[in-house]
């Protein structure tokens, strides 16, 4: 989108848009490794950082990738100590290479 003569940017996801279900993400129930696990989400965070040049959008689909964790089994009090070890939703936006 374009705005007073700025580009705004934010994530698309076509996996929105199916009518059925895709798992993108490991369920924690299975044989998978957890810590590695966690790591998805903090590269996710980046990578929705990256798309996203407005923070609402950002806030909007950090709580959207919390949510589908969630019911892969992730814990939120360690989704949420993730986060913020890392940086606030402002501190990611704020980045150069996050626009």
Known sequence: NIL???????????????SFKVVTFPNLR???PV?????VFVGELY????SSSVV???????????DK??????????LDKEQSTQKTCEDYASQPKCR
């Open 35 to 39: 810590k590695p696990s966690y790591g």
């Open 4 to 18: 007073n003569n700025r580009f705004y940017t934010k994530l698309y996801d076509k996996r929105r848009d199916f």
């Open 69 to 78: 964790l969630i019911t892969q089994n992730f814990e939120r009090k360690i």
């Open 56 to 66: 609402t959008e950002f806030i909007h689909d950090v709580k959207l990738l919390i």
């Open 47 to 50: 990578r929705i950082c990256k």
């Open 30 to 32: 299975s044989n998978v």
